[in-house]
């Protein structure tokens, strides 16, 4: 448990929970790095609170006195339905069913927020629409993992290419952009939602992959050639491609080393895409699939970012 996670545990257990007199739950989840599990020392310098997000039965709203301060820090206790909270953070009625669409709109920095952190006391079930968010379907998964191996093998041959002409720094930048798809690559291969940037390789050094993985990846962005850095890719390419082999969620996905067009880059390469999509048996997953093959509604996602904007990403998303 962090820093800030306990100070708003212990708010709640000795001083919200005695002035809530009614059925309620109440939880740490939402922004701040304290809920994902990442605050520090230097987290305390701003916006460190005793906060309890505390949620209470439909009807007139429910306001405890409480303290303006607890253990010498600002005390903070947000008042939500349960209904209403959801839907103003994922644009997502938890009363209903969840749809292949709304997994694929439902930003993951967002779902992220309301599974980490922790629920101190749960009479309303907010644990229960917690599960219900804890990762993708199955098959929604296999998608967005044939969508992460697309933002890679595209572009595996490109940072050679880029080197070939004597512009390494060109080469350097799709070194990085393949190392940050690698990495999200390795997020989804162990179902763990992926934090924002300034937390990214944090979280990522804290999947069991990590210690394998990251000196692999820091050599490729170390490399001062192209040469180099093509070796590196093909390391950590084939690292990647093997920890999604040990899953078994397909047929194993045979590597070799391919030279694109007879060119001078060498790639390490594996149909992953393909053996992800025989496997992929929801028939709604499927007609997305064939409509957006690499993920596209990422790049649509990030400018169409407001809860609200998600009917418009839904329209995208209906296969009629």
């Known amino acids: 448990m962090t820093l800030g996670l306990e100070l708003c545990r212990r708010f709640y257990d000795e001083v919200v929970r005695h002035v809530v007199d009614v059925p309620h739950s109440a ?3 939402g922004r701040g790095s304290e809920v994902l599990g990442y605050d520090d020392e230097m987290s305390t310098d701003h916006n460190c609170e005793a906060r309890v ?3 209470v039965p439909p009807g007139p709203a429910v ?5 303006e ?5 600002p ?3 947000e008042v939500h339905k349960v209904r209403e909270f959801f839907q103003s953070q994922l644009g997502f009625d938890p009363e209903a069913e969840l749809t292949v669409g709304d997994w694929l709109t439902f930003p993951e920095q967002s779902l992220l927020m309301m599974t980490a952190g922790e629920v101190f006391h749960d009479d309303l079930g907010v644990q229960d629409v917690r599960d219900r968010l804890a990762y993708y379907p199955d098959d929604v998964w296999r998608y967005l993992m044939i969508a992460a191996w697309w933002r890679v093998h595209p572009e595996l041959n490109l940072a050679g290419r880029a080197g070939y002409v004597g512009d390494e720094l060109g080469s350097a930048l799709i070194g990085s952009e393949l190392v940050k798809n690698l990495m999200r690559l390795c997020f989804l291969i162990e179902r763990q939602y992926a934090p924002y940037s300034k937390w990214f390789g944090t979280a990522f050094g804290r999947l069991s992959c990590g210690p394998t993985l990251i000196p692999l990846l820091q050599d490729v962005l170390r490399a001062s050639t192209w040469q180099q850095r093509e070796e590196a890719l093909m390391a950590a390419y084939r690292a990647v491609g093997e920890l999604h082999n040990r899953l078994r969620i397909t047929a194993p996905v045979e590597l070799g080393i391919e030279r ?6 060498q790639v390490v390469w594996g149909d992953f895409p393909g053996a992800l999509s025989a496997a992929i048996q929801d028939p709604v997953v499927r007609r997305i699939l ?4 690499v993920g596209g509604i990422e790049k649509v996602r990030d400018v169409l970012h407001r809860v609200g904007d998600r009917r418009q990403l839904l329209g995208l998303l209906d296969p009629r």
């Open 75 to 77: 005390a903070l206790v």
């Open 69 to 73: 301060q607890f253990e010498g820090r």
């Open 63 to 67: 306001r405890p006195e409480v303290p």
């Open 27 to 29: 939880a740490l989840l």
């Open 53 to 55: 997000v505390l949620f």
């Open 260 to 265: 694109m067009w007879d060119r001078p880059f």
């Open 290 to 293: 064939e409509r957006w093959p």
